[in-house]
């Protein structure tokens, strides 16, 4: 047995997304059906989302416009980029309010398993931004987690191949719990790991 195709659909669409199964899917999918309100604000904010938001051109952040807000802020530090892998940690950091510079978002972490491979990543365009100048250090700052340590050290491979002689490469101290995801780092083990972070560049 199986649902009439526009439900099936839904559910099917629920389905792909991550971290939903089949029954979650389900659930989501009558939610909606059953409460029309929360259907149609589902709805306008998936169009308004889909039209309106975009990639920063600097950074690669979610925005509005053409420059998310940080890029656009002449206050923040440009000569300091944390590359990290969602924008999601971008808002942990904002919120932690623990750094002063600009971001790198490579949209996703090197990983195999959900098919995430170097070129889906956005490390082309963060080189690109440093070999134009007044950047100084780049701070790895992806998660302490396999994916994170993997995507980390495929970055600093590419700023290396780059050559930038003068340039800073550091990565987030050690000590963060392993395994953790930056967005769940309380403010202080956040500061500490960006205070004490090391130099990671061999050549
Ligand atoms: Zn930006």
Same mark, same amino acid.
């Given at each position: 047995?199986?649902?009439?195709?526009?439900?099936e659909?839904?559910?099917e669409?629920?389905e792909?997304?991550?971290?939903?199964?089949?029954?979650?899917?389900?659930?989501?999918?009558?939610?909606?059906? @059953? *409460?029309? $309100?929360?259907g149609g604000?589902? @709805?306008?904010a998936l169009?308004?989302?889909?039209?309106?938001?975009?990639?920063?051109?600097?950074?690669?952040?979610?925005s509005?416009?053409?420059?998310?807000?940080?890029?656009?802020?002449d206050?923040? *530090?440009? /000569? =300091?980029?944390?590359v990290?892998?969602?924008? $999601?940690?971008?808002?942990?950091?904002?919120?932690?309010g623990?750094?002063?510079?600009r971001y790198?978002?490579?949209?996703?972490?090197?990983n195999p398993?959900?098919? =995430?491979e170097?070129?889906?990543?956005s490390?082309?365009?963060?080189? #690109?931004?440093?070999r134009?100048?007044?950047?100084?250090?780049?701070?790895?700052?992806?998660d302490?987690?396999k994916?994170g340590?993997?995507?980390a050290?495929?970055?600093?491979?590419a700023?290396?191949?780059?050559?930038?002689? *003068?340039? @800073?490469? /550091?990565?987030?101290?050690?000590?963060?719990?392993a395994?953790?995801?930056? #967005?769940?780092?309380?403010?202080?083990?956040?500061?500490d790991?960006?205070?004490? $972070? $090391?130099?990671? @560049?061999?050549r």
């Amino acid at each position: 047995m199986s649902y009439p195709p526009p439900v099936e659909e839904l559910v099917e669409a629920f389905e792909a997304l991550p971290g939903i199964g089949r029954v979650s899917a389900e659930r989501l999918t009558f939610h909606v059906l @059953r *409460d029309a $309100r929360s259907g149609g604000s589902l @709805r306008d904010a998936l169009a308004r989302c889909l039209a309106e938001a975009r990639r920063c051109v600097e950074c690669g952040n979610v925005s509005e416009g053409d420059l998310c807000p940080v890029c656009s802020d002449d206050e923040r *530090d440009a /000569t =300091t980029i944390a590359v990290v892998e969602e924008p $999601r940690h971008v808002e942990s950091l904002e919120r932690a309010g623990v750094f002063s510079g600009r971001y790198h978002v490579l949209m996703g972490a090197l990983n195999p398993a959900d098919g =995430t491979e170097e070129r889906h990543l956005s490390i082309g365009a963060l080189v #690109e931004r440093v070999r134009k100048g007044g950047v100084t250090e780049v701070i790895l700052a992806t998660d302490p987690d396999k994916e994170g340590e993997a995507t980390a050290l495929l970055v600093l491979e590419a700023l290396e191949s780059a050559g930038l002689p *003068d340039l @800073r490469v /550091t990565r987030l101290a050690r000590g963060l719990p392993a395994g953790s995801a930056i #967005e769940y780092l309380h403010k202080g083990v956040l500061e500490d790991a960006l205070e004490d $972070r $090391r130099q990671v @560049r061999r050549r």
